[in-house]
């Protein structure tokens, strides 16, 4: 076939012809343009052609393809089962949306996407490469939220702020936040929320801890330890959860128990409230979790009164970093990061989540008069005569009992010689016959209302503040 020259095309000479293409060889048997237009013009082979055609080449097929003037395209009598082409290209008028399509899913699967890693097992799709920032992931207990109203409320709050839409992630038995919340600062986020008890908290504060994302608390449990301490607000979630977009951040410490058992085995794990061996955490492993879902924190008082019963002292050896190793005998022995407890008892009035040290308090009250004098040291001392002038005076002038002592560090090493059952804020973690704790200063951000102070201290001088700008913008009467 002739080359085709391109007078337009730039320096080609007119008049004269392309130089032949490598491609120009691989269609030389092809038919030409001249070929092609004699072929059309060419009247329909007869019946008498075609079955010539057909002896000489041994292929009804082609004959008939050859009658229907296309080469190996089988149609008529040779191909029954050959759709008509207009009835199959006549528009069938049904709209198929996409949930007509049944998906492709195997026994027990969802057909959701989903990610698999090399060993087969299921993770989370990775969030976009191009998915807008910032965005907020929403930890939550199914059991202590209501699931869908939370959802709506932080959905509608980062849209307001311009964010992305946040990431969901439930807890469950075997991940009581810790696992999720790892999995949300894989994809990024810029801040979690949690919403559930304070084992939630804890679990989630654990794997945040040193991430420098900020984590909102909103308050959902019974107990609410965290939020009670820091002073949050627990009237409803959406302050806590609107400060997670638009409120300030504070940082506080967390602690770190290292537990060695019986059989010699050792985990740690972190907790931001306060934690204990002893008789303490007899009275969490003896409440009753039903009595505690109907009644909440006041449960608590159920199980203290049922281990009292056979609360007996145990020895321990205990040591603060740059001091002497002491021995003493214990009902229980307390490292807190934190000091108040519900309806307002305060364990330690002076403790502070962000002073980057524990307070230890040593419970070792002697016989039925001990136990009184424990109650008055928490329940009147701390939380009542303290708040008053004339009331620390008192305290100034009592001589110490003895059945609660206070000491504080950096940490703690805490040894017995036989098993002794252990409770990190609220939940209890077996038992233990070395405790070893340790603080990370500083080591957890957490969201807070813009303006909002952490310390009781810090509230009262916002409070005084606000009254003196009050009274000085108010019209002086004369």
């Given at each position: 076939?002739?080359?085709?020259?391109?007078?337009d095309?730039?320096?080609?000479?007119?008049?004269?012809?392309?130089?032949?293409?490598?491609?120009?060889?691989?269609?030389?048997?092809g038919?030409?343009?001249?070929?092609?237009a004699?072929?059309a013009?060419?009247?329909?082979a007869s019946?008498?052609?075609?079955?010539?055609?057909?002896?000489?080449?041994?292929?009804?097929?082609?004959a008939?393809?050859?009658?229907a003037g296309?080469?190996?395209?089988?149609?008529?009598?040779s191909?029954?089962?050959?759709?008509?082409?207009?009835?199959?290209?006549?528009?069938?008028?049904?709209?198929?949306?996409?949930?007509d399509?049944?998906p492709?899913?195997?026994?027990?699967?969802?057909?959701?996407?989903?990610?698999?890693d090399a060993?087969?097992?299921?993770?989370?799709?990775?969030?976009?490469?191009?998915r807008?920032?910032?965005k907020?992931?929403?930890?939550?207990n199914?059991i202590?939220?209501?699931?869908?109203?939370?959802?709506?409320?932080?959905?509608?709050l980062?849209?307001?702020?311009?964010?992305?839409?946040?990431?969901?992630?439930e807890?469950?038995?075997d991940?009581?936040?810790?696992?999720v919340?790892r999995?949300a600062?894989?994809?990024?986020?810029?801040?979690?929320?949690v919403?559930?008890?304070?084992g939630?908290?804890r679990a989630?504060?654990?794997?945040?801890?040193?991430?420098?994302?900020?984590?909102t608390?909103?308050?959902?449990?019974t107990?609410?330890?965290?939020?009670?301490n820091?002073?949050?607000p627990?009237?409803?979630?959406?302050?806590?959860?609107?400060?997670?977009?638009?409120?300030d951040?504070?940082?506080?410490?967390?602690?770190?128990a290292?537990?060695?058992?019986?059989?010699?085995?050792v985990?740690?794990?972190?907790?931001?409230?306060?934690?204990?061996?002893?008789?303490?955490?007899?009275?969490?492993?003896?409440?009753?979790?039903?009595l505690k879902?109907?009644?909440?924190?006041?449960?608590?008082?159920?199980g203290a009164?049922?281990?009292?019963?056979?609360a007996?002292?145990?020895?321990?050896?205990?040591?603060?970093?740059?001091?002497?190793?002491h021995?003493?005998?214990?009902?229980?022995?307390?490292?807190a990061?934190?000091?108040?407890?519900?309806?307002g008892?305060?364990?330690?009035?002076?403790?502070?989540?962000?002073?980057?040290?524990?307070?230890?308090?040593?419970?070792?009250?002697?016989?039925p008069?001990?136990?009184?004098?424990?109650?008055?040291?928490?329940?009147?001392?701390?939380s009542?005569?303290?708040?008053?002038?004339?009331?620390?005076?008192?305290?100034?002038?009592?001589?110490?009992?003895?059945?609660v002592?206070?000491?504080?560090?950096?940490?703690?090493?805490?040894?017995?010689s036989?098993?002794r059952?252990?409770?990190?804020?609220?939940?209890?973690?077996?038992?233990?016959?070395?405790?070893?704790?340790?603080?990370?200063?500083?080591?957890?951000?957490?969201?807070?209302?813009?303006?909002?102070?952490?310390s009781?201290?810090?509230?009262?001088?916002?409070?005084?503040?606000?009254?003196?700008?009050?009274?000085?913008?108010?019209?002086?009467?004369?």
């Amino acid at each position: 076939m002739a080359a085709v020259s391109d007078p337009d095309r730039e320096n080609t000479r007119p008049g004269a012809e392309d130089p032949p293409h490598p491609a120009d060889a691989v269609y030389a048997d092809g038919p030409d343009t001249a070929e092609l237009a004699q072929a059309a013009e060419a009247p329909p082979a007869s019946d008498a052609d075609v079955k010539r055609a057909a002896a000489e080449t041994g292929d009804p097929d082609a004959a008939a393809g050859a009658s229907a003037g296309v080469t190996g395209a089988p149609t008529g009598p040779s191909n029954p089962d050959a759709p008509d082409p207009e009835e199959a290209a006549a528009p069938d008028e049904v709209i198929r949306e996409p949930e007509d399509v049944p998906p492709d899913t195997a026994d027990d699967e969802s057909g959701e996407a989903r990610r698999v890693d090399a060993e087969g097992r299921t993770e989370p799709l990775a969030d976009a490469a191009d998915r807008p920032s910032p965005k907020a992931a929403l930890v939550y207990n199914p059991i202590k939220v209501d699931a869908d109203q939370l959802r709506d409320l932080v959905s509608r709050l980062s849209a307001e702020a311009g964010w992305s839409e946040p990431l969901f992630y439930e807890t469950t038995v075997d991940d009581l936040g810790d696992d999720v919340a790892r999995q949300a600062l894989a994809e990024d986020v810029d801040a979690v929320l949690v919403a559930g008890g304070d084992g939630t908290v804890r679990a989630v504060s654990e794997a945040m801890a040193g991430s420098d994302v900020p984590l909102t608390i909103v308050p959902s449990g019974t107990g609410n330890l965290l939020a009670r301490n820091l002073l949050l607000p627990l009237d409803g979630p959406e302050a806590m959860v609107r400060a997670t977009f638009d409120g300030d951040t504070e940082a506080i410490d967390v602690g770190f128990a290292r537990l060695r058992r019986g059989d010699g085995t050792v985990d740690e794990h972190a907790f931001v409230v306060m934690g204990g061996m002893g008789l303490d955490a007899a009275m969490i492993a003896n409440t009753n979790p039903q009595l505690k879902k109907s009644v909440g924190w006041v449960a608590y008082v159920d199980g203290a009164a049922r281990s009292l019963v056979n609360a007996q002292p145990f020895r321990i050896m205990y040591e603060l970093p740059g001091h002497r190793l002491h021995s003493a005998r214990v009902q229980s022995v307390l490292f807190a990061n934190c000091g108040s407890l519900p309806a307002g008892l305060e364990l330690i009035p002076e403790a502070s989540v962000s002073d980057g040290e524990l307070d230890i308090v040593i419970v070792q009250p002697k016989g039925p008069l001990g136990w009184i004098l424990v109650w008055r040291r928490v329940a009147w001392d701390n939380s009542f005569l303290r708040r008053f002038r004339a009331g620390r005076r008192i305290l100034s002038l009592r001589t110490r009992d003895g059945a609660v002592r206070y000491a504080r560090g950096a940490g703690i090493d805490i040894g017995t010689s036989e098993p002794r059952p252990v409770q990190l804020d609220g939940d209890e973690f077996g038992e233990a016959v070395h405790v070893g704790v340790h603080l990370q200063p500083g080591g957890l951000r957490i969201a807070i209302p813009r303006g909002h102070s952490i310390s009781r201290a810090g509230q009262a001088d916002a409070s005084s503040a606000r009254t003196r700008r009050a009274e000085a913008s108010a019209p002086v009467s004369r």
